[in-house]
């Protein structure tokens, strides 16, 4: 098992960061967790994983760490023009607890694909086998336009308060400023991820249970 790749039924000749390296200043890369991975999964995801780092860091709640990385991001929004204008469209001025900041359009589908990687990941390292199910994605602090602007709810705090709420066992990793994680369950029916990146911006990635409905 330990040579097979963490998504597939292929060999895994790779190594494959949990999380991706580009997440961590290279003054970081030493110790990261790793598992496992065919040349396609550990590659073909890179500018998934550049899109989603470059929005991680915009983000105000993220740390001193999160800070000093986003001017990879700014070089990044340099060397592709092209990506600057998709990441930021749609971009408007708000206040957010009595602060000036702004908001725009993420894109979620590249968003959760990094996250659900890297669940089926850290649930290969954690329990020794591979996950063979669809992973749910929730980051909470990523809020609608109109629900800020207008100073309504969403329909996710009951999902939010949830999520918050349960008794997670945490995880050894490297580098706390830069990630933590904690796990609630253990086994492929009942299961949580937590990630915390940059020390303030909180995504899961869970099993719903078939009874559950998300609003």
């Known amino acids: 098992m330990s040579d097979q790749c963490y998504m597939c039924d292929k060999p895994g000749p790779t190594r494959e960061h949990v999380p991706p390296r580009y997440f961590f200043p290279r003054s970081h890369w030493a110790e990261l967790v790793t598992v496992p991975s065919c040349d396609a999964h550990n590659h073909d995801n890179s500018l998934d994983v550049e899109y989603v780092r470059n929005v991680l860091v915009t983000s105000f709640r993220v740390n001193h760490i999160g800070r000093t990385h986003s001017k990879k991001a700014i070089r990044s929004f340099q060397n592709s023009p092209r990506l600057a204008a998709q990441t930021f469209s749609g971009g408007i001025r708000v206040l957010v607890d009595g602060v000036e900041t702004g908001m725009y359009n993420a894109d979620l589908s590249r968003i959760k694909r990094v996250f659900s990687a890297m669940a089926s990941a850290l649930y290969f390292h954690t329990f020794r086998e591979r996950y063979q199910r669809a992973w749910e994605v929730f980051i909470p602090g990523l809020l609608s336009i109109p629900a800020v602007t207008t100073g309504t709810s969403d329909g996710y705090d009951a999902l939010r308060e949830l999520l918050a709420s349960l008794p997670y066992r945490e995880l050894p990793t490297p580098h706390a400023a830069v ?22 911006v909180d995504a899961y990635a869970f099993t719903r249970p078939h009874s559950c409905e998300l609003p």
């Open 179 to 200: 990630f933590q994680c904690g796990t609630y369950g253990d086994n492929d029916t009942n299961i949580v991820f937590l990630f915390r990146i940059y020390g303030g």
